[in-house]
């Protein structure tokens, strides 16, 4: 379940200092990444719930980030 552009994610990586990236490290942090954010906006939306609203905030989003 690869949620993210590859490309994104090699220039991500490129960016963070790394001269050579292989595609199985592309891969693993795609997977990472898209695992981390489908928790992430499931909590937010657990928020947005409970505080009685169908939309997510902003700050729905940065509340999950911090618990």
Do not use: C, P, Q, W
């Not at 200092?17 to 292989?22: D, T």
């Not at 595609?23 to 954010?37: C, D, M, P």
Request: no cysteine; hydrophobic share 45%.
């Amino acid at each position: 379940m690869a949620g993210f552009a590859s490309a994104r994610i090699e220039r991500l990586i490129r960016t963070a200092g790394a001269r050579r990236v292989s595609a199985k490290a592309i891969t693993r942090l795609n997977e990472v990444l898209t695992e981390y954010s489908m928790d992430l906006a499931k909590y937010a939306v657990e928020i947005a719930r409970h505080s009685g609203r169908k939309t997510v905030k902003e700050n729905d989003v940065k509340l999950a980030a911090d618990k």
